[in-house]
Each structure stands twice: as C-alpha cells, then as structure tokens.
C-alpha cells in the first residue's frame, strides 16, 4: 500500500453559523488564544505524519494560505528589531518537508464535491479528510492521537477509518450517523460500519455515533464521489459515497479519545479557547486561576 501522506482539509464554506464574525474573516482564521483554527489542524495534521496538505478553497479566502506563506516585510521587521522568539513564530509554522497545495471549489455543493475538487491533487493515493471546524482535544496534550490512530488502523485494518463520538439523541440530525449493528464503542477502537447516513431526523438515527470530521479513505472514493447524487440538503455527501463504498470495502468507525471542540459554533468555540487557554505555557496558570475565582 502507498504511503499515506495526503489530507484534504475543506475550507471554501461561507462560515454562516458564525456570522457575523466570519463575514470579511474567513471562520478558519478566527483565532483560538494565540493561533487561527486552521493552524491547530494543519498542526494536527503534521503531527499525525501527514506531509501534504491539500487546501479546497475559494479566492476570497486567500487568507488561509497566505498564514502559511513567507511575509518577508514582517520578518524583515522582526529581524532587524531582534525579536528572535517572534521571527520563529511566524517562520517556523510548518516543518520544510510540509507541502500545502490548493484546489478550488466555486459553489457550495456540499462536503463530498469539495473533497472531489482535491482529486486532481490527490490522484491515485489514498488519503485523509479533515473538517476544519473541529478540532480535537486531547486532555494529556497529544492533540494528534486520534488522527495518528485511525491512520495506523487504515493500514492495519484495510479498512477505510471515520471517526465517531457519541452525541445526545435530540443532537442527531446535525451529523452523518453510523450504523454499527449495536456494536458497543470503546475510545480507540473500530468497529465495522453496516450503512451510515446524513443528518437522519431524530427519533429514526440508527445510532448516536456521530461522523466528527476526521476520515481516512482509499483512492477509490473519489471514483464514488464523482458518481454521487444530491442528497441530504440538496449536496453531494461524503456520507454517501462512503456508504456506497461499503459495497466494495471494510469502512470502520473508530471512537475517538480526545473531545471535539467545534469551533463553528459559539459555545464549541468558547469552550475551544478556554481548553486551549488553559494549556497554554503563558496564560494557562493565570485562567485557571481566574476561573476559580469566578462565582458564575
Ligand atoms: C459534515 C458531514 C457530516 C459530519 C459533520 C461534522 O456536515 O457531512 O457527516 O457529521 O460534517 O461536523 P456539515 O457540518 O458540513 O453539514
């Protein structure tokens, strides 16, 4: 099997759940303590070993790659000031053996048709997928765990990797739902998928396992996607070229360690910068320490 080096990450979607802070500023930028979200999952992405990023974006967002770009006034500024530590942290955002790439997606057709948009990019490699707006946290700081294991599965298994959590079952509706036969989920482990569906109406989900957004999928499913139908909401679905891939494949669902923060919501977003403030080496000890003094 090739090495698996390649994630699609989308970020072409309008941000309409958090406008209007995401009306000029792409969602992916809005800035968790110190970082644009982007940056955690880019970071995520590295850590986990994968070397390249393919970007589906728009040219309106142009700032997301830009973040990764070289910005020479500013590092000449920094440099001829002295302020080394600065310098490190815009140079150094990513390893030198870390390519990021763009494809372009012109209209939201939904989640599946930007990850086709990558295909030319991706070519015949297997490769990853992972939504933006999540990001993972792990309590003991390893914030890669979770990608980094469903990529060890995929290679172990032969079996295309979704990762899942539980969410209440009033929550359903807003997810891809997998149907596992009943099978009882443990934090790390995969468990085969019998059919998964999008957003089913509460009250008729086959389970409460919801698709969080980080994917590891063969070659294969882009073939799947190009033959896709509208579906849910009127998009082409990832969920339902994967469901057509069940036909052909093993596809697993793995149940995650870490939590997920969904940063394109308001609370999910809140709660990502409290997390994330408090492992932070320079304000972390501060908030907790603010927080205990709150009487809320
Ligand atoms: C997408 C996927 C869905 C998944 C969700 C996670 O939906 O289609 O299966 O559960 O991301 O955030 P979207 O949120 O783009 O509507």
Redesign the pocket.
């Known amino acids: 099997m090739a090495e698996l080096t390649k994630i699609v990450i989308p970020v072409a ?1 309008l941000g309409t759940r958090v406008l209007p802070a995401s009306k000029v500023i792409p969602k992916e930028m809005l800035t968790v303590v110190d970082k644009p979200v982007i940056q955690y999952v880019i970071e995520e992405a590295v850590a986990a070993g994968f070397k390249e990023i393919i970007l589906v974006t728009r040219p309106i967002k142009k700032s997301i790659e830009a973040h990764f770009e070289p910005h020479s006034e500013l590092e000449e500024a920094l440099l001829a000031k002295g302020k080394t530590g600065q310098l490190a942290l815009v140079r150094d955002i990513l390893p030198d053996d870390v390519t990021i790439s763009t494809a372009f997606q012109d209209e939201p057709r939904g ?1 599946g048709h930007a990850v086709l948009c990558a295909e030319p990019l991706v070519g015949d490699d297997d490769f990853a997928v992972s ?1 933006p ?2 990001l993972i946290f792990n309590p003991d700081g390893d914030h890669a765990h979770d990608l980094r294991n469903i990529a060890n599965a995929f290679k172990q298994n032969h079996a295309a990797q979704i990762m899942v959590e539980a969410v209440p079952d009033d929550q359903v509706s ?3 739902i997998v149907d596992c036969g009943g099978a009882e989920f443990h934090p790390g482990e995969s468990h085969n998928v019998i059919a998964m569906v ?2 089913p109406p509460v009250g008729s989900a086959p389970s409460n396992q ?4 980080r994917y590891i999928l063969p070659a294969r499913t882009m073939a799947l996607l190009r033959q896709t139908q509208p579906g849910a ?1 009127g998009e082409i ?3 339902d070229a994967i469901n057509a891939l069940i036909a052909e494949m093993p596809v697993q669902a793995n149940s995650m360690r870490g939590q997920t923060c ?1 940063c ?1 919501s308001k609370l999910g977003y809140l709660i990502a910068n409290i997390r994330y403030g408090l492992e932070h080496p320079e304000i972390g000890a501060a908030l907790a320490a603010w927080l205990k003094q709150q009487e809320f």
């Open positions: 979607g989640l939504l707006d999540v807003s997810y891809g999008e957003k919801s698709i969080i957004g909401g679905q990832l969920t969904d394109g």
